[in-house]
């Protein structure tokens, strides 16, 4: 195990619901991210907390919302999403901003 | 700036034959680089990193790497693979740039290995 957990592994949700995805790290680490990924794309960069700070947000759109409670801790609440945005959802976290990644195992979700 | 490119998108081998996935890097600066592998629906593994020390760097599983400049290539290599190595693998190269640092992911190789 890379001591980077994400709950719930798969997630299934209608373009009304509202849900989060939860990320949690035990490694001590001041940096944490959510990356989004889809079929035959390349790996997106979503968002960049360091020290619970948000430093990135890559032009996503607002029915994701990040939050980063403490170091230790990541979400992102959906809300209203589109078909569109079903992928593998990916937290990581390093121990400062640029250094090597340590990624959870995602979550899988499909939005009908 | 800094970018890396995985010159193939699908690889295929035969069980017990080597394996070579190929990534080449562009960078101002003295590069960090990595190689990652996934497993369906699994996180990214990190294989194995370099950082300016030995240019022939040891990772996980019987994976190495060598760091060539002249060539600003960053190959991933294994001299058998395992049924158990089909994946996908991802090179990425750290950009520096001011207060932030960024990893940048090449778009992936998918290794699949035939018995």
Partial sequence: ETGVTQTPRHLVMG????????????????????????????????????FKEQTENNSVPSRFSPECPNSSHLFLHLHTLQPEDSALYLCASSQDLGKQLFFGSGTQLSVL | AQ?????????????????????????????SLFWYVQHPNKGLQLLLK???????????????????????????????????????????VIAY???????????????????
Wanted: aromatic share 12%.
């Fill in chain 2, 3 to 31: 970018s890396v490119t995985q010159l193939d998108s699908h690889v295929s081998v035969s069980e017990g034959t080597p394996v070579l996935l190929r990534c080449n890097y562009s960078s101002s600066y003295s590069p």
């Fill in chain 1, 15 to 50: 373009m009304t619901n509202k849900k989060s995805l939860k990320c949690e790290q035990h490694l001590g680490h001041n940096a944490m991210y959510w990356y989004k990924q889809s079929a035959k794309k390349p790996l997106e960069l979503m968002f960049v907390y360091n």
């Fill in chain 2, 50 to 92: 370099y950082t300016s020390a030995a240019t022939l760097v040891k990772g996980i599983n019987g994976f190495e790497a060598e760091f060539k400049k002249s060539e600003t290539s960053f190959h991933l290599t294994k001299p058998s693979a395992h049924m158990s190595d089909a994946a996908e693998y991802f090179c990425v």
């Fill in chain 2, 97 to 115: 740039g001011g207060a932030t640092n960024k990893l940048i992911f090449g778009t992936g190789t998918l290794l699949a290995v035939q018995p």
